[in-house]
């Protein structure tokens, strides 16, 4: 199991941080326009599916599967979106997601004075707590 790369966008679709773990092949495009391709296609999709959806979507849209990879994607009340990218083989990313947002973002941006919602987090304590949950989950993998 292998978690590649996280993207966490405000409710506006700005990109306010992006991680990367086992990621093994670039774009050849900035972070910057990857993440506006990225935030395109999660609205085009959100869109997609609660429009065709022949029931009621109450979490909407959470992943796709790729024959390569999947796209694992949380929305938080607020509308903070964090988009995870793993392997196939990886189980419980919506669970790691929640503790992303309830136990890094939170504590560690949102209660945080210095911090103003909607900007790139540059908070160094973040990157390293967010580093550490990351690699002590299950799904991780060197």
């Not at 590649?4 to 773990?21: C, I, K, P, Q, S």
């Not at 935030?39 to 869109?47: C, P, R, T, V, W």
């Not at 103003?116 to 299950?138: A, H, N, R, W, Y």
């Amino acid at each position: 199991m292998t978690i590649h790369n996280l993207y966490m966008f405000d409710r506006h679709g700005v990109l306010m941080y992006y991680g990367e773990w086992n990621r093994k092949r670039q774009s050849g495009m900035t972070i910057e326009e990857e993440a506006k391709l990225m935030y395109g296609m999660l609205y085009s999709i959100k869109n997609f599916v609660n429009k065709m959806s022949p029931v009621d979507v109450r979490e909407g849209f959470q992943c796709y599967r790729t024959s390569k990879y999947a796209l694992n994607y949380f929305e938080t009340p607020s509308g903070v979106k964090f988009v995870m990218n793993t392997d196939l083989h990886s189980q419980g990313v919506r669970e790691l997601l929640q503790q992303i947002n309830s136990q890094i973002y939170i504590e560690y941006c949102v209660k945080n004075p210095a911090y103003k919602s909607g900007e790139t987090i540059q908070c160094e304590l973040f990157k390293t707590k967010l580093d550490e949950l990351v690699k002590q989950s299950p799904i991780f993998k060197s």
